[in-house]
T-cell receptor
Framework: DTAVSQTPKYLVTQMGNDKSIKCEQN?????MYWYKQDSKKFLKIMFS???????INETVPNRFSPKSPDKAHLNLHINSLELGDSAVYFC????????????FGPGTRLLVL | AQSVTQLGSHVSVSEGALVLLRCNYS??????LFWYVQYPNQGLQLLLK??????LVKGINGFEAEFKKSETSFHLTKPSAHMSDAAEYFC???????????FGQGTRLTINP
């Protein structure tokens, strides 16, 4: 059973399009995250949600809009895609105490042409 | 704010040799420290973590790390490298109540036969 799953795994699209990435976790965690990994492998937090409420928005352009319909799901919608949005996007989940392990999904590789 | 610096973006060792990956952190409050491993085209997997209990932490696959407050370090070691250890390794820091991990730049470990 996959703990944190993401769909799609690969996404190739044109500049200006709108796309969504879905994330689901079956670990019963209250907190979910989106991280972006750039071409140099650097990982940076984008958003953090706790019990469906936005906790962290780390200076992400408002073209990115996360949505958490329930505790087990955190989706990421991106409007007007730009070349610089090309990256690998990772979803993760954890118990929200800071010291708990974050469990990562397999990633979604987004390529904007 | 917390930060992590990983010394050496690329480390190459021979099979059977000692692996040493360096991580220094900065935090104004007691940190929680993590090492994650990323195999090609996969998500991140926790190797080990320090959460203010024992300063010498043992993880999976024979890895261990020692928290040294005086040196603000959390270096990762393995006595004998195996070909399967080739991957990208990330050190990360969090603090109590934090809703995010702050990652270092990553170190790519190559194992020579």
């Amino acid at each position: 059973d996959t703990a944190v799953s993401q769909t799609p795994k690969y996404l190739v699209t044109q500049m200006g399009n709108d796309k969504s990435i879905k994330c689901e976790q079956n670990l019963g965690h209250d907190t979910m995250y989106w991280y972006k990994q750039d071409s140099k492998k650097f990982l940076k937090i984008m958003f953090s949600y706790n019990n469906k409420e936005l906790i962290i928005n780390e200076t992400v352009p408002n073209r990115f809009s996360p949505k958490s319909p329930d505790k087990a799901h955190l989706n990421l919608h991106i409007n007007s895609l730009e070349l610089g949005d090309s990256a690998v996007y990772f979803c993760a989940s954890s118990i929200p105490t800071g010291q708990e392990t974050q469990y990562f999904g397999p990633g979604t590789r987004l390529l904007v042409l | 704010a917390q930060s992590v610096t990983q010394l050496g973006s690329h480390v190459s060792v021979s099979e059977g040799a000692l692996v040493l990956l360096r991580c220094n952190y900065s935090s104004s409050v007691p940190p929680y420290l993590f090492w994650y491993v990323q195999y090609p085209n996969q998500g991140l997997q926790l190797l080990l973590k320090y959460t203010s209990a024992a300063t010498l932490v043992k993880g999976i696959n024979g890895f261990e790390a020692e928290f040294k407050k005086s040196e603000t370090s959390f270096h990762l070691t393995k006595p004998s490298a195996h070909m399967s250890d080739a991957a990208e390794y990330f050190c990360a820091v969090s603090v109590r109540g934090a809703q995010k991990l702050v990652f270092g730049q990553g170190t790519r470990l190559t194992i020579n036969p």
